[in-house]
């Protein structure tokens, strides 16, 4: 292929504008055919008051070009503008984010030195849906949302992946034995989409024994699917256990466009120091060249990048007195790279990116159509913000406000039934829930509308509500600890 691929590129926060600089380096004199168009986006975007942080025009290069070449950006801990790296992924469709974590031994210090593995995340749903809310002086909420579909795309995306790159095994980390319906759901679509691949092994593990036998033995992985949070944990300490966070790249990769990053943040406190790893960053490029069909200029930057980490060429995150021969600033590093385009590795695997310039680029997953099922109003929990209260006091005051067809079944205070029995140590705060359902036959919107104007009547504080529904006869809401 001999045509320039048009690209977004965003400089970024912190030390982003420095590692960017060294990509492009690399880039341009490894033969990339790219023609640049750069966004400014992050801190600048938000401190001239754009609350999104992203102004119009650039969201329009994004959807012109399809592929985003992003340096790391600045998200506030706590508080401040919500993360643009998540408002990115979900407004351009970015459901995958897949994020190889390879340990370079013997010139990169690691306990693993076999390690190969990928981690491919969901990368728009869960609890980065980012809804919360407050709801009593004492009790705050975050919404984990999973869909079928969703959990299916991103399922379907890690066997496809593990296919057309030879890989032989996919693992799904799930934590199902306590959030049975949400990680539930994501598991029976993993062991549905797994049986249409039957030449690639399928496992799953408990997500925290997962985690825990990635760090000791990540060795016995070959791909892993997970959900957004999980995965966004696990692929550090992937990483880092690989040798470096600083040595991995990430492809956030939809139906119809990509971006490529870093999977390490904008580290402010070493800004302007040129001493940050430009690696990451750059072995996302090589992802990006990869995913565009230019897979000679691929192969060439990430065979002279391989040796001049044999070379001992590091900067300071990977410096190692014992294995390493040259501590370098993130330019100096960028030059080694470039000195060696054309050379090959001695030691460590020479790369090959073959199939890529043959035109094999992504087509995006099609997802199967599914059967609806028969949906059903059976009740609802109204939730109170109720300060000082007890069990009893709370079923004594609601159970008479329930309408004819609708009975209160328990009270329960942060996931705890507390009600009926008094015969518990639970402490509890001033969030209560409180479960009317149906003794036969079905509820009705009417009667919940009743129900709750009756209790704004009675001058109680309901700070939410969740209609209860069975799904083909099976509870869609999940029961109580205590229940």
């Known amino acids: 292929m001999s045509d320039t691929t048009p690209i977004t590129v965003a400089r970024g926060d912190g030390i982003g504008p420095e590692i960017m600089d060294a990509t492009l380096r690399i880039l341009e004199e490894g033969g990339a055919r790219l023609a640049i168009e750069e966004i400014e986006i992050g801190r600048a975007v938000y401190e001239r008051g754009v609350p999104t942080g992203i102004e119009d025009s650039a969201w329009e290069s994004l959807r012109r070009t399809k592929v985003f070449l992003k340096?790391?950006?600045?998200?506030?801990?706590?508080?401040?503008?919500?993360?643009?790296?998540?408002?990115?992924?979900?407004?351009?469709?970015?459901?995958?984010?897949?994020?190889?974590?390879?340990?370079?031994?013997?010139?990169?210090?690691?306990?693993?030195?076999?390690?190969?593995?990928?981690?491919?995340?969901?990368?728009?749903?869960?609890?980065?849906?980012?809804?919360?809310?407050?709801?009593?002086?004492?009790?705050?909420?975050?919404?984990?949302?999973?869909?079928?579909?969703?959990?299916?795309?991103?399922?379907?995306?890690?066997?496809?992946y593990a296919r057309a790159h030879h890989r032989h095994k996919v693992t799904a980390f799930v934590k199902d034995n306590i959030m049975k319906l949400t990680d539930g759901e994501f598991h029976r679509v993993y062991k549905t989409v797994a049986a249409e691949y039957p030449e690639i092994e399928a496992d799953s593990l408990i997500v925290d024994i997962g985690t825990a036998r990635l760090a000791d033995t990540p060795e016995m992985f070959d791909v892993i699917v997970t959900l957004n949070l999980y995965g966004d944990i696990i692929s550090d300490v992937a990483a880092q256990i690989a040798g470096s966070v600083g040595l991995a790249g990430s492809a956030n990769i939809g139906d119809k466009c990509a971006m490529f990053e870093a999977i390490h943040g904008s580290a402010p406190t070493i800004a302007g120091q040129q001493i940050a790893n430009p690696s990451g960053l750059l072995q996302a490029a090589v992802m990006m060249l990869v995913h565009v069909g230019q897979g000679e200029a691929a192969a060439r930057i990430h065979n002279a990048w391989l040796r001049t980490i044999e070379d001992g060429v590091h900067t300071a995150d990977i410096f190692d007195r014992t294995l390493s021969k040259r501590r370098v600033k993130t330019g100096v590093f960028a030059e080694a790279v470039i000195a060696r385009l054309g050379d090959l590795p001695r030691q460590l695997a020479p790369v090959s990116y073959q199939d890529a310039e043959d035109g094999e680029h992504w087509k995006g997953i099609t997802v199967k159509p599914w059967a609806p099922a028969l949906k059903e109003l059976v009740g609802v929990d109204v939730f109170f913000d109720w300060p000082d209260a007890r069990p009893a006091q709370v079923a004594e005051r609601i159970g008479p406000l329930a309408p004819r067809g609708l009975d209160l079944t328990f009270v329960s205070n942060r996931g705890q039934k507390v009600w009926p029995g008094e015969d518990h140590d639970t402490w509890c705060s001033d969030h209560w829930r409180c479960r009317f359902m149906t003794g036969s036959g079905l509820a009705t919107h009417g009667q919940i509308a009743g129900l709750l104007a009756d209790l704004s009547a009675a001058g109680l504080d309901f700070v939410k509500t969740e209609n209860l529904y069975r799904f083909d006869g099976k509870n869609g809401f999940s029961a109580d600890a205590g229940e």
């Open 71 to 160: 340096a790391p950006i600045t998200t506030p801990q706590g508080g401040g503008f919500k993360s643009l790296n998540v408002t990115i992924r979900k407004a351009l469709g970015l459901y995958a984010n897949v994020r190889p974590c390879v340990s370079f031994h013997p010139f990169v210090q690691t306990k693993h030195p076999k390690m190969d593995t990928v981690i491919v995340r969901e990368n728009e749903e869960d609890l980065y849906a980012g809804i919360e809310y407050r709801q009593t002086q004492d009790v705050f909420q975050s919404l984990k949302l999973i869909s079928h579909t969703g959990s299916e795309r991103i399922c379907r995306y890690a066997f496809e």
